[in-house]
Every structure is written in C-alpha cells, then in structure tokens.
C-alpha cells in the first residue's frame, strides 16, 4: 500500500528515517529480503557447459568412429579418437568458460546504481544491494531502481511507458492518495523501471526485487540475449559451407580409394579425420574468446562494452560525434572573469581552493554592491556545494555550480551562511533544453527570484539592468554591449553564464517568476581542454576518423575550443541549433560531412545529426550523459555513455561506456576493436592455412600415389594441436604500430580479405607442396612407409609452427615486432613442438600414432623446410611494403 499514508507514517512503518539506514541495518535486511534483483533464468552450470561441448556434429561422428573402430577390435584406433575427442572437448570447454566469465565481469562492472541515504550521508551503492526503508536521492536521468513512496518532489516527473505503456512523462507529488486509487494514479508512488525524466525528489524504498510491481509484472524477464556479432555469423554460414564441401569430396574420394583397394575402415576412418581437418570447427569459440579478450582489455582502458557485436562497430566507425565538456575538457571550471555594471573584472585563483583576488585593469576592486549581487545570485541558484576535508577544498555537484560557489567564497560570500539567510522555497531545475534555472528565496519576508543559464536565454527574460547602483531599463544598446561581452570572452575559451534576479510581490510559481527580470552581469569560467585529447584527435585524423563537436554551450567558446584541440579546420563549418532547425533535412545531408561542431544544440538536435551522418553512410559513434540523449545513443551505431556524469538512462541506451568520461579513451577503445578484428582475422588465416595444406596433402598423397601420406590418428592430433593453442595465442597479440594508420574497416566487409585468402592459399600449397616432395623422394628411396607419414606427420606441425608466427600480423615482419613481444605464442609453439616430440619418440605414442623415432638427419630437412613458410611471407610481406600503392 503506501500511497494511502503519510509520508511520515511509511517512514515508521519502514523503520526508517531522512538520515536513512545505518549499513549494519542495510545488510540485515539484505539478509532478511534478499538482493533488489529479477530473477534471472537459470545460470548455465559449469556441468552443463562442458557437456555442450560434445553436441556438435563433428564430435558426435567422432565418437561414432570411435565406437566403430572398437567394435572391430582396433582398440588403439579408438582410444586415440576418444581421446581427442575428450581433448577437444576440454579445450572448447576452458575457451567457452574463459569466455563466459569475460561477459559476467562486464555485466557486474555495467550494472546499475542508486544515490541513497546511509549513515545520514548520500552514497551511490549497486541498486542490488538496495532495501526497504531505504531513503533514494532521485535525479533527472536515474532509472527508478525499487518501488519507492516519494518524500520530496521539485518539479519531478517520471516517464512510466515501460510499465503502463502511457509515453507522456507523470508529474509527481507527495500527496496522499485514498486506497482505491488505481496504480497508474498512485502520484506519490516510483516503480521500478521507470524513469526520472525532470526534477530531483526523494523516496523511501517500500519494496525491492520479484515484489515490486515491475517483478510481478514481469515475472521471470530473460538474461540480456547474448547477441552474436556479425563476424560470427558469416563464420557459422562459412563453417556450414565449408562442412557441406567437405563431406562431398571426403565421401567421393574415399569410394575412389575403396575402389582401389584400400581397406574400407581406413578408409572410413581417413574419411572422418579428414573431416574433421577440414572443417575449422573450433575457430567459432577462438572467435568468441578473441573478442571477450579484447574486451577484457578494453576495460582496462576505460571502456566497457555491453555487448559484444560492438566490438566490431568499433573497428569500423569512422566518425565520432562527441560531447565537449567533460569528454574533451577536464571539466574543472574556474571563475576567471566577470562582467558586472558595464565593466570588465577579472578574479585570481585555481581549483575549488575559495583564495583569490577581484582586480579591474590590474587595480584590486573595493567593495562593490553590483559584484555582491552577481555573486549573490549565482551562490543561491546553486545546486553544488564546498567543502573543506583535512585541509583540501572538495566540490560536490555540478563544476560550473562548483565555480560559481568558489568565486563567491573569494569575496567572502558562503553558501551555507547565505542560504540561512535565504531559505530556498521553489525552484525549477536546469535542463539542457532550457539552458537556464531559477530558485525563489525568501529572506526576512520578502520574495526573490535568481536565474541563471545561457547568456541569451537569461537576456530574453530580463526588461532591467542593475547598473550604477539601481535597476534601469536595459536599452537596446545596453543588450549589445553584454552580447558583444559575451562574444568576446567566449573567444578566450571561456564559458560564460549570464545571471538575473527580481524581487516578486507574492508566492508564484517558479516558472513564472522568469519574466521581467533585472539582468546582473555574467561571468566567465575557464575549462581547459584535457590534455591528452589533441593527440587523441590527431590520431583519429590518422586513422581515417573523423570527429566532430556537438555542444550546449556558446558557439564562439565551442568554435575556439574545437579550433585549439585540432576538431576545427580550415574550411569546416559551424553550425548552431537554431541554423540547424532551419535546415532542411535535404539541406542538412548536403552539408553534414563538412560540419566539425555544433553548437548551442539541443539533445534532440543529436538524433538529426545521427541520422543524416548514417544516412551518408559513415559509422557513427555518439556520446551523451543526459536523459534526452537516449534516443540519439540508440540511433547511433556506437552510442557511448559517461560513466562519472552519464545518467543511468544513457548508460542503458548505449553500447560502451567510458568509465573515466575522456574522449581519449573512446580512441584507445577504437584501437583495441580493431586489434581484436586484426587478430580474429589474422588466426582464422592462420586456421585456413592449416586446413587448406593438410586436406591437399592427404587428396593427391591418395590420388595420385594410392598412399595415405598421414593417417588418421595423425590427421586428428595434428588438427587437434593447431586449431589448441597457437589461435588463442594469436588472439592475444597486443596492437601493433600502423592499426591506426589505416583506414577504418569497411562494415561489410568478409571474414578475410582476398589478400590473406591468397596468402593463406599459398602458404597451404607451399606446405603440401613440399610435404609431397618428401613423400615422392622417400618412396623413390624406398623408405618404409611408417617412416614417411612420421616424416610427413612431423613436417606438417613445425611447418604450422612457423606459420603461426606469420600470423601475428599480416603487414609486418615478425622481426620488426619482436620475436618474443608474444610471450603466449612463444609457449603455445613450444608446448606443441614437445608434444609432437612425444608423439615421436614416447614408445605408447609410438603405437598410438604409428610413428617411429626420428633421426637427426631427418630434422636436419625437416626444419629447414618448414621455416620456408616464414621464409616465404617474409618476403611477401617486404615486397608488399616496397610496392607502392
Ligand atoms: P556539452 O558540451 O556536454 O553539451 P554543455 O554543458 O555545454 O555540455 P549543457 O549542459 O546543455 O551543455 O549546457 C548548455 C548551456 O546551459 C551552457 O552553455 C550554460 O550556459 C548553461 N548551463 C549549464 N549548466 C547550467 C546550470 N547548472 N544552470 C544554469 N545554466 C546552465
């Protein structure tokens, strides 16, 4: 119930108070109610994980082979299948879980918080851990976290169209509401999954997880689908055409080689591996672990990616479409100027530290009735608040609030002490649509509205001027004069604000107090730019990305920003919401590409410049932290949340968030998403070229020479080893000089380029090629034929050995990377290399595999040869180097 009592009586009921829970009895009834969460469908057990992996096809024919081979006694033959059939499994297993644990990390970083009360004091906990009788501090833009009773509303509005369906946003209250309302009615009441559109409030926590109406509602609600990228799509339908072909030639030849006498088990057993090495079974989980890696470190780079397919759009966009203050400056402002009774002052100081001095033209300034009145007003339409904490000076709030309380603390102007004096009673809130806020004090009976926001939005509202000591008639002339101000110091990169009072006869509403207003002054703060975003720019020039600026605030301070950053070049254009608005959207496509900042815009401007960029073809990535900005992160293919200043809404629409709010970190999160690619590429080339010299080997070994040049149990290690370790290596291969170099990734473009398909191709026939040539000389020499698939079986693996290293990068040289820079490849190698020893001379292995020992003679040709696969990229790659595009 709730809504049918006093606020009061639902605080005692709940045990609680306004200074909230203390921890200790947060955490007992987190004990006694459970965690504020839906119930998730059933979490998939390691069990059951490792099980799935022995559902695919080709292990199920595995294991048919295997149970084959017993049945007709060739025991040796089926204890090698199912072991690796077992080994395989177990690998897929250990990729699938490392993968797993990779999203569940992301989902625990991403999840949602709430602002509540504990111990008396406002903290941001995990909205799971949240509780009944817990006191929420509710902010435009937070998503409504547990069923909560309001205590408090200014001017709050919540937009409940996920839970009744009704879009227009409820303005709510804290009245009492008799017990037969109906819940959409319930005015004092937030439910979960809602959200705060307007305003600020707070409510007490009436009820948390499956009993809120939402977890009745919705009963059980899905886990977020794991959507698969489209990389792994084209993957799944290559490795379905690829199985198709496969099982067409497998079957053809091994009738030919029946026909021609060989016995028809070989046969069915050669058949089968041959399969199973053609087909790059495993590459759809290396693919997954590659880019659950990369997003391992993505976060390590301050970005969080919420679903995987993004990763991808990452590699690909080629605009960034960013936010500026915050993103690209530090967001720490300082007052520097002020402009009060038609003269220019300037205030001394750094940081949130209140020690500064005012000075006109270089004279320090007396007492002044119009400074104190600009200050005056900006410390009471003030939100933020300071602090002093052993010995240094804290800001909590909105900077540009911050510094407005500074710069009145400079002249001895407290806001604590004032707002005693000046007790708040109504206020409406800054919104970035309205660029202005205003509050009503009351002091000593009488009434006064203060205002502050956008110079011109702020001058629209004003009739009077405080000027030489009394409230005149603000001319024309007078308006000019600030407008020309407010130009000039804008072009100092400063971001200026413009400040209004009036004194209002009776208790109106706040809104209308914005009206007749007596203009102040203004004051310029100064936000530098954060330093490692010029190169971050500049590298995003170099990598074929453009980046453009999309601001509330003034047209000259963004347009002298994005010029010192680098966003601004010569020729670009600069647009304003109002000239946006009187584009038409033909007009506006023509012109986008050459738009580099947006100015004075509203959120929804965002979505129109979304649109016409996609429209244009270009991959966009989006910033946004407001509540309006949801619509535009969604449009946008990359929409990127901050996680510091971003609403929760923003967040949820997005798909990364940037945990430190810097524009520099979407760029390194831009450099990590193509890495991954590069590295998926460069492993599934890798893949292929294994799987292209071992199906050739074997097709003319049986063609033309009636010999199994490697036989199956071979065929099922040597496929095992290099589909194991050496792509999990690759996929860890750190990013190389030149990734941002070029140009963005085409979205559509396929798996592998025609030029690694080549590459991969060649590299394959090389390794057959030469296979074959040894297979051709030892039969001439009349070695036995154990002797020759050993050879062969050994020349294959260190061939692919070396193969691996080729692709760590498919430009440069290993040796201009370092041969050793990949540590895990290094102990990929080595681990596959011993293994293959042990096949070799370990006496079991000896009669599993049909092998027998080798001499050093016999490496003495086998290494040379297959280094030739090094050997022969390397100079491919030089020549492609020297070759001038
Ligand atoms: P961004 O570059 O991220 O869009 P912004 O701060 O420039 O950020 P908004 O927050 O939409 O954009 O602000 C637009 C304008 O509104 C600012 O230029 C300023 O003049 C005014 N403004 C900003 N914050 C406040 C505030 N707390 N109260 C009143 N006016 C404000």
Redesign the pocket.
Known sequence: MYYDEAADAVQKALNTSETGLSSGEAENRLQKYGKNELEEEEKTSVVKLFLSQFKSFLILILMAAALISAFLGELIDASVILFTVILAGVLGFVQEYRAEESIKLLKSLTSPEALVVRNGKETKVPSSLLVPGDILVLQAGDRIPADARLLETISLKIDESSLTGESVPVEKNTKIFPPETPQPDRKNMAYTGTSVTYGRGKAVVTATGMSTAFGKLAGLIGEIERERTPLQEKLDQFGRWLGTATLVVVAFVAMIGILQGFDPFEMFLWGVALAVAAIPEALPAVVTVGLALGVRRMVKRHALVRKLPSVETLGSTNIICT?????LTQNKMTVEKLYVNGTLLSVTGRGYEPVGDFFKEGQSVPEDVHLHKLLVTGTLCNDAGLAQEDGIWNMMG?P??GALVVAAAKAGIWKIALEKKHRRIGEVP?S?ER???TTLNTSEGRLYAYS???PEVILASCTKIFHGGQEEELTPEMKQKILDTVHELANQTL?V?GFAYRQVTENILPEEAEREMVFAGLMGMRDLPREEVKVAIATCKSAGIRTVM?????RTTAFAIAREIGIYREGDIVLTGVELDALENKEFEDIVEKVSVYARVYPEHKLKVVEALKKKGYVVAMTGDGVNDAPALKAADMGIAMGITGTEVSKEASSMILTDDNFASIVSAVEEGRNILKNIKNFIAYGLTCHIGVVLIVLVGVLAWQILPVIAVQILWINLITDGLPPMALSLEAPNRGLMEQKPRKSKEGLVSRRMLIASLGLGSLIAIQSLGVLYWALKEGVSLPKIQTLIFTLIVISLMFNAFNWRSDRYSVFSLGIFTNRSLIYAVLSTVLLQLAAIYVPIMQTAFRTVPLSLSDWGMIIPLASTTLIAMEITKYLERKTPR
Request: hydrophobic share 25%.
């Open positions: 936010d500026k203050t915050g993103t909105d540009t609030e800054f970035s660029k202005m806020m502050k926001g956008a971001r604000m999309i601001t509330g605030d003034h």
